[in-house]
């Protein structure tokens, strides 16, 4: 019986050459990365965008992975990257189509499906910097920890944004504004928006 | 605790004050502002409101990018290029045959006066012998600069996935050591006519518009090797590029003829 193999073993076969480990590599993370993207992003099209750029840059730089942070954080962080840059590029009259709203697990509740279209709606409105916390801690059971090592923040700073954003959450959904006040102080670490290509990997 | 506490509203002790992780005095100093204070009151509840309505989200299935076509997925390939991609792939492939269709006039008829040239001047590496089959030793990647190739070697050959990641090996060696960079010899094996490089009466521009389409490489990318062959029985096309991205590398790429898709690659850093 052979046993899977783990990510290391697919890199180390990828940084060799082998396109069909990465292929692997994909399969694997794909879901996680897809879902990061469509909750941050709001459109199937602009997930399926910033997916194949995070892909793609972790293919090209695939040469410089070390190992020292786990595989999944190192993409974790290139896919962040290629979000922002989305979210850099995007007009500021984009609006969301009824179409990209997500089909729940349970297809013939019609009230499931309004209600995760609402929140999905809703999560757009709340600023980026908290989304992303959401996204990462609250769909993803990404550790507090792990996402203040992810954005390079403190852990403080992790809770604090955490806390805002469900507020802000809560808020939209009520159809008040998510921004009660629309940014941190000044004093706050804004969110770790590294070169696309060169995201910086934990040593 | 946090270095980050707002001594006004404690925002980082309440999200674990939702979660009810919080315990003895934190928990109690929480309280306390709780108490008195509204705005924190009013979060509060909407936070709460916001974790269940996070709760509820499912997720949804990505587009399986794993098992569609990989050509997009080349070290050489730039995000830019995505874009166009998805929404018309053959944008760039038009791009990229009509650049090469501009040098091909240039190419071919510098294989047919250089195609006689002896080998055995190669062993000196001399700019003149190494770059037989080539026109001119141009930067690749300059937009409008006169873009050169070599012509296509037709031995006959049938490739495997071993024999080729042997020939890019060789090949990424002699990369390595041509200055400037031109032509390579031709490949190792069976029926090396000595003295000669074959060429094929197939269009350089043809197969090297088909590896740019196949493999996803930029129009400005100058094939440093062609060869018209077999892969694994299947009529192909070999190329060999140099990368343009921060990690140099030779990329021997093998597409099959009838549709361009890719049948292999292989990587040689430099």
Redesign the interface.
């Known amino acids: 019986m052979t046993e899977p193999l783990d990510d290391a073993d697919l890199v180390r076969r990828a940084q060799g050459?082998d396109?069909s480990a990465?292929?692997?590599l994909?399969?694997r993370h794909?879901?996680r990365?897809?879902?990061l993207a469509?909750?941050m992003l709001g459109t199937?099209d602009d997930a399926?965008?910033a997916?194949?750029?995070a892909?793609?840059?972790c293919?090209?730089n695939l040469?410089?992975f070390r190992g020292d942070s786990a595989f999944g954080t190192w993409l974790h962080r290139i896919a962040l990257n290629a979000c922002y840059?989305s979210l850099r590029r995007r007009r500021p009259t984009t609006s969301l189509d009824q179409e990209d709203a997500?089909?729940?697990?349970v297809a013939d509740h019609a009230d499931?499906a309004t209600?995760?279209a609402d929140?999905?709606r809703?999560?757009q409105e709340v600023p980026e910097e908290f989304r992303v916390v959401?996204i990462l801690h609250?769909?993803q059971d990404v550790s507090v920890e792990e996402v203040a090592a992810m954005l390079d923040v403190?852990?403080?700073?992790v809770?604090?944004r955490?806390?805002?954003?469900?507020?802000?959450?809560?808020?939209a959904?009520?159809g008040g504004s998510p921004a009660?006040e629309e940014r941190e102080p000044a004093s706050?670490t804004p969110p770790s928006k590294p070169p696309?290509?060169h995201p910086p990997i934990q040593r | 605790?946090?270095?980050?506490?707002?001594d006004r509203h404690p925002?980082?002790?309440?999200?674990?004050y939702?979660d009810g992780r919080l315990d003895g005095e934190a928990r109690a100093a929480v309280e306390r502002h709780l108490a008195t204070c509204v705005r924190c009151q009013d979060?509060?509840?909407?936070?709460?409101?916001?974790?269940q309505?996070?709760?509820?989200?499912?997720?949804?299935?990505?587009?399986?990018?794993?098992?569609g076509p990989?050509d997009?997925?080349t070290?050489s390939?730039t995000?830019a290029d995505?874009?166009t991609r998805?929404v018309g792939g053959r944008t760039r492939w038009q791009r990229a045959t009509v650049a090469l269709a501009a040098a091909a006039v240039v190419v071919v008829l510098a294989g047919v006066v250089t195609v006689s040239l002896s080998r055995s001047e190669k062993q000196a590496s001399t700019s003149a012998g190494a770059r037989a089959p080539s026109v001119s030793a141009t930067q690749p990647g300059l937009g409008g600069a006169l873009v050169s190739g070599p012509a296509v070697v037709d031995q006959g050959r049938s490739y495997t996935a071993s024999t080729i990641?042997d020939l890019a090996h060789r090949l990424a060696t002699d990369v390595e050591a041509s200055a400037p960079p031109g032509v390579l010899p031709s490949p190792p094996g069976q029926s090396q006519a000595p003295g000669k490089i074959q060429t094929s009466p197939l269009d350089p521009a043809t197969v090297a518009g088909c590896l740019a389409g196949g493999a996803g490489l930029a129009a400005t990318d100058t094939p440093l090797y062609l060869e018209a062959a077999t892969y694994q029985g299947v009529p192909a096309y070999v190329g060999g590029f140099r990368t343009s991205?921060?990690?140099p590398a030779f990329l021997l790429v093998v597409v099959g003829r009838a549709d361009c898709s890719i049948l292999y690659?292989?990587?040689q850093?430099l």
């Open positions: 050459g396109r990465f292929a692997d994909m399969r794909e879901r990365i897809y879902n469509y909750r199937r399926h965008d997916t194949q750029e892909f793609l840059a293919y090209r040469g410089r840059d997500p089909e729940p697990a499931a209600a995760a929140v999905h809703a999560l959401l609250e769909l403190p852990i403080g700073t809770k604090s955490l806390f805002r954003g469900r507020a802000a959450l809560g808020r959904l009520t009660r706050a696309a290509d | 605790m946090s270095e980050r506490a707002d925002d980082d002790l309440l999200s674990d939702v979060d509060l509840v909407t936070a709460r409101a916001g974790a309505a996070l709760a509820s989200l499912p997720e949804v299935d990505p587009p399986g990018l794993a098992d990989l997009w997925l070290p390939a995000v995505l874009a998805r990641e991205d921060s990690h690659e292989a990587r850093p």
